[in-house]
């Protein structure tokens, strides 16, 4: 697990807080719950409007992602296939099918059982291609979200602001009353850029690099499937397989 | 019916009017009709000078389309393409003819009325990917205009608050005119703002992903007509199409 | 022809002249000379600094296409090539040689020309697409100088206005002064935000839309041209080239 | 020679200082020496962490391009193509072995002298692209520099301000200094705007188009190398190359 | 070694602090650790969020490598290169064997290894170019780092301007104190404008040319190893490789 994205979260936050708590201005100087609700909801709002009901409701769990993101084991991975790869050899590609329940990875299986089946090889690329694409679609659309998020929450912290300038213009017989009607107002710019800076937009971009190492391992799979079912030698198809593990990995037993 | 683009306006105009509605200054503060006018107005103008007549007189189907997307049942196409292929194995594809004018989906109908006319598969392939083009083309101009109006009406916006600075500024003998000539040179920012953050922006995202879903649905019915001319079995198609299911919808009856 | 563009700058200097009437300010309030020399002057300085001066002389042709776009009439080029293949088919290629002074469009001008004259099919597509090239890169120069018109003309108008702050901060002995002397500072930023938003930068969206259309028209051309150079029937060669018709127009007679 | 870039410049910086001198501040009032040094030396020194040493030595006369850019031949080009492809028709590829050392197009020497040596197409061909490869890398490196000035020097211009603003404020006994401390602190930002808008971003803009222009010449020569090569008439290479001929030009002599 | 981007570095800061030393405020006015803090730590935990902690460890290392990129010698690779494409001519592939080890290029020790094994040249290509695009995208995670440093150095600057405007306007009893309160406010957004333009922008815009640069070398060791395979003339891979040389080089012994 890798919790850098934690660790990251509460340094930013942590850094905020205490830079608050050395300031001269006591710590309820920076919290206004309308500013709050107007960001907040006005981010989640607008994202309501761009995405379908379904994917906002995964939407905490994509977040959850962020912090959990398992490094991916791609050395088990191959050596999985190359053992299946091994099976097939020496038994035929028919002995697979006693393996298929036992395949964790889901690409991997399909494709086994596919092959089993006697798909043809194109028929068998050509599912699993489609089944990639559907899952980079899915990934597309949760950091979309958290683009989108981003991107409204300053949006909205804007909105805010304006509408906090505009009340306090419209009222400055008490001039003691405008700093304070400013500080306000400045508070949903400000809550803006912390949920755009500290959250979402690192999320988003978070969520585009666990995609791409993500494909990469898919693509491990459909090519580690494709030369077993095209019955390469296992040797030839650890050696291939390996070159996407980093050089240290790729000598490993 | 997906309403989240619906709820998702609601909640952002709720939180707006709510806002405005706890602060201390009037309603009224916020309503100036010739602003209204510049932003809006000034936006429907310059979209008017990007796109053609046509395409802005349907603008606003395509703003219902966003809160009335019905969610495409795709499963419901695949099904309709495994009967017709079904009924092509038995009774030959001429046997097609009499179903032709049953098929609810445009694409599968044209393909199916052409194999049925004899065209060659190439041609079928080259006329389906042509009208494909042409609806996506369609798409793209409709989220273009959400684009223009999202990114036009800010700027409508900072036009109107530079000619309210410009003529407070004329005017500054009496100061107690400044803070509401100010307030009102503001809102049409704010309103810019606004409609460009709650409507044009999020709609023209929402539009994108719609097409991009619509585009898959098109794919599987053009992939299904090329099956059906050259003669694949049932089974295999509905293999193969329904790799654009999300997995738990594939081994649906 | 379409109007909308005419309508929509009519609209956009209305809403901006009318907002001026009513408000408080008189019209001269609004004018400065030397502020639209900078703005207009700096924009077109730059576009010269960006574009050679012949494609600068043609840019007022460039902006009258905008305003005089004639709606591509696709179904009589279509017609037109159908006939010319009813033709071919009929007397042979040989006998459209009388016919090719009579063929409005270039572009099949050129490519039956080249037929006649026995170039061979990839001789002919080469050359042809080699032109739609050319004429594509004409059109992306065109919109290409109305983008950097409209991205100049606020970068200017900000110069003029810290130009004018500069000056006015000199000066601060007339407090009465400040008012105006920042108004008219900011009188460039406005012409800037009017000459961007009502005039180069939608022209040059609209310029990229008539460029996308144009380039289906020229294709409809090429594919026309190369279905007569290969003999396909009249009647297919109809069917072909009407999928690019809107499904309104495609069974028209 | 094009001599736009250069009235463009002229014409800018005269607009400048013209509004300057209609102004009611003294012309001293916009010179400030330090201001001037953060900004240009913060934006090479940007430009020198970018780009190695080499092409920052360079820069000058990619500058010096930007104003001299003769305007290329390409009809010249052409017809000395087709001379060579004359003398291969008549006397053999071989022939061309005493004309290779009077071809002024280093591209076109390069590939007719590879042709007489023996190479096959292929290999002229590949090494032909790279060559045109390494061309335009140094093209988007030229571009690449003017647009980081471009983009830096805005930035740096910011840094300024904001210098100036701090030391502003630390000292507002004096208020009749803070406007001529606030002119100083906005003197880089216009600084800044007035070196990108009228010196490297319309520079990058001019590279860009240039470059493109000079790669459709590279076109013309890489296709009359291999047209000559395989035996082409001089006929058909001569209309084959005429085609990226404007219209005009097509049917000189 | 390449010094432009450290002399660039020294004469940013040199700018800035000679700029800070003429002004009229002492040197302690520009000093805040707080706001320091803020702007460094808060990009840093941002950069936390979005990459791995492995990524960010070894970010030092790619800083180091901005300073202290050594210009590869491309020449060098062809000249080896060329040396064993002899040995392979005149005593067979399998004579490499020896060499293999004295290979410095790891790319090239990889092919000529796979080579001398027995592998297929198809497979041989597959590997490298597998590796290329792991090197590649190595490469755009330490350019990613260094762009989203430099996105997120400002808006933490913006966040602690924000913060200590909130702060100042709380208390605006004593006026004497608006001035060093907003100074304070403002450090954090030149801060953040510093650490952007003179480090992390500049460091990724560099890190970009280093890889392209490199992607070159490496594409020589594979065109490289794929020549020597297919058994092409030492003279000939040369030839071909030189091409990938500035002109100047191209002949050189």
Request: charged letters at 5%.
């Given at each position: 697990m890798d919790i850098a994205s934690l660790i990251g979260v509460i340094l930013a936050l942590g850094l905020i807080f205490s830079s608050i708590a050395l300031g001269?201005?006591?710590?309820?100087?920076?919290?206004d719950i309308p500013s709050f609700l107007v960001v907040v909801g006005g981010a989640v709002a607008a994202a309501l409007i761009c995405f379908p009901f379904g994917s906002m409701l995964r939407s905490p769990i994509v977040i959850l992602k962020v912090f959990l993101n398992k490094s991916e084991d791609r050395l088990a991975l191959i050596k999985q296939i190359v053992d299946l790869a091994e099976t097939a050899r020496r038994d035929?590609?028919?002995?697979?099918e006693s393996k298929v329940a036992g395949i964790e990875n889901p690409l991997v299986r399909t494709g086994i059982q596919m092959a089993v089946d006697g798909s043809t090889p194109d028929v068998v690329e050509e599912v699993l291609r489609t089944e990639v694409e559907a899952i980079c679609a899915r990934h597309r659309e949760g950091k979309g979200i958290m683009d989108q998020m981003g991107r409204f929450a300053p949006a909205y912290g804007m909105i805010g602001t304006l509408m906090g300038l505009i009340m306090m213009l419209q009222d400055m017989?008490?001039?003691?009353?405008i700093g304070a009607g400013m500080a306000i107002a400045l508070i949903t710019t400000l809550y803006g850029a912390i949920i755009a800076n500290v959250f979402f937009s690192p999320f988003a971009e978070k969520l585009g690099l666990m995609s791409r190492k993500e494909m990469i391992s898919l693509e491990i799979a459909i090519r580690g499937v494709m030369a077993i079912q095209s019955g390469e030698s296992p040797r030839a198809i650890s050696q291939k397989l390996r070159t996407f593990l980093p050089p240290k990995q790729r000598n490993a037993e």
């Open positions: 001269s201005a006591p710590f309820a100087a920076f919290i035929g590609l028919l002995a697979l017989s008490d001039p003691s009353g």
